[in-house]
């Protein structure tokens, strides 16, 4: 069975820096997808950013990137220019590429960005 | 806004009751998802259907049934409720059942079961 692993429960960061938020998993398939759901506090899921594990180039969306490590099997989160709006619980998720389309999160971490 | 659609918001109601909650897709999306968010389980799946049909399930209870309409709106209904099922339900939509293809979250019902 799949498994996603976060192990850090509470991240701080100041404005404008930057924050790397770690995520593991274990998988024995070759077709997956990894996503970062960001979960402010009015509880909506919000999808970050995704990284297809056929593809080398890590994902990058604005200030939000990633570093997927294939082989390691580690897929990090990198906030820059951090913003007090950026202050969510940010959930790693991971998908197989087959014919069902579950979702395995992690446990989270919850961001906070000091002014 | 995701899209997706979820009501009621929120849900009071007592040990041993029934409640059902409801979900409307996004317009053309054939796959619906249910996930509970708890304290103690965290953000877990519960079931996904498309097009009416089941397609898989994940660590739902038996007291906890749902299914999918002709109009693809999807219910899930929980019965004998405990204290323990007090959680955040969310429902996701997507347009297909596997593949590339993203998944939308409603805003989500809160069930406090007191």
């Known amino acids: 069975a799949q498994t996603v692993t976060q192990s850090q429960p509470e991240m701080s960061v100041q404005e404008a820096e930057t924050v790397t938020l770690s995520c593991t998993y274990d998988?024995?398939?070759?077709?997956?997808?990894l996503f970062w759901y960001k979960q402010p506090p009015s509880r909506q899921m919000i999808l970050v950013i995704r990284?297809?594990?056929?593809?080398?180039q890590n994902a990058t969306e604005n200030r939000f990137s990633v570093n997927f490590q294939k082989a390691a099997k580690s897929f990090s989160l990198k906030i820059s220019d951090s913003q007090l709006g950026d202050a969510a619980m940010y959930f790693c998720?991971?998908?197989?590429?087959?014919?069902?389309?579950?979702?395995?999160f992690g446990t989270g971490t919850l961001l906070a960005v000091q002014p | 806004d995701s899209g997706v659609t979820q009501t009621p918001k929120h849900l009071i109601t007592a040990t041993g009751q029934r409640v059902t909650l409801r979900c409307s897709p996004r317009s053309g999306d054939l796959s619906v998802y249910w996930y509970q968010q708890s304290l103690d389980q965290g953000l877990q799946f519960l079931i996904q259907y498309y097009n009416g049909e089941e397609r898989a399930k994940g660590n739902i209870l038996e007291r906890f049934s749902a299914q999918q309409f002709p109009d693809l709106h999807s219910e899930l209904n929980l019965s004998s409720l405990e204290l323990g099922d007090s959680a955040l339900y969310f429902c996701?939509?997507?347009?297909?059942?596997?593949?590339?293809?993203?998944?939308?979250f409603g805003p989500g019902t809160r069930l406090t079961v007191t």
């Open positions: 998988t024995s398939e070759s077709d997956y997808y």
């Open positions: 998720a991971y998908r197989n590429g087959g014919a069902t389309n579950k979702l395995i």
């Open positions: 996701a939509s997507s347009v297909a059942a596997g593949g590339v293809y993203e998944q939308y």
């Open positions: 990284q297809e594990a056929y593809k080398q």
